[in-house]
């Protein structure tokens, strides 16, 4: 399956956009008459999406288009907050990305939950917008469904691959636990997985890796990091 990836839809600042408007033009969108005109797909997964107008959560809503919402990155950048909750009030499909390590200093899905609905809810002031349960299938069904995979992952039900992650509820961090939705996306830590399945094949058993040695992955990619992390000295105050 072929997807077409978009940066025009970050909005981050006026010159970012309009840099990569003169690059992509022509193919996603066009530019004519100073009006940007949007050719996605359902086969367009578009990052970030930081600025949309209620005009582009609907053309998004019409032609199938979907977000990677990235929000650690956007955040930390001082970007801004895409607004998530219109678009999955409209049907837009959403999951949960993370960007680079570089942009939000972390890969982790738990810290992207847990921030997702904080971003929502401050945006938009309402405290009861965001449920954790709908955060919780951003980062399943809905990351499953903006890749087109969701008939093969996402949910655990026959005929689907077996993926699927073991949380641990015994450290003092997920106690109490009222309502399991609300502990993954509040109290969960990356720590606190226990086991994980991928296609039936179990990948990480009582928090250890079963096929690969994490200290000798480490120090592998150390020492391909030489150049980088030297450079990222010159950030330090940044980063």
Known sequence: MEYTLIAPCYFGTESVLNYEIKKIGGRDIDVSDGRIVFKGDENTIAAHCIHLTDEDIDLFAKTGAKIAHCVAANTKSGKGVAPIYSALNKGV????????PSSGNTLDLFTQMRMIPLAQKTKYHNRSIMRAAEVVNMATLGGAKVLGIEKEVGTLEPGKKADMVLIE???????????????????ARAENVSSVWVNGMQLVRDKQLVNMDLSAEKAALLAQMGDFIAHSKNYKEYI
Not at 93 to 100: A, F, L
Not at 169 to 187: C, E, I, K, Q, R
Request: without cysteine.
């Open 169 to 187: 509820t015994d450290s003092v961090n997920m106690f109490p636990l009222y309502n399991p939705f609300s502990a993954l996306v509040y109290s």
């Open 93 to 100: 499909t959403v999951g949960i990305g993370t960007d680079g």
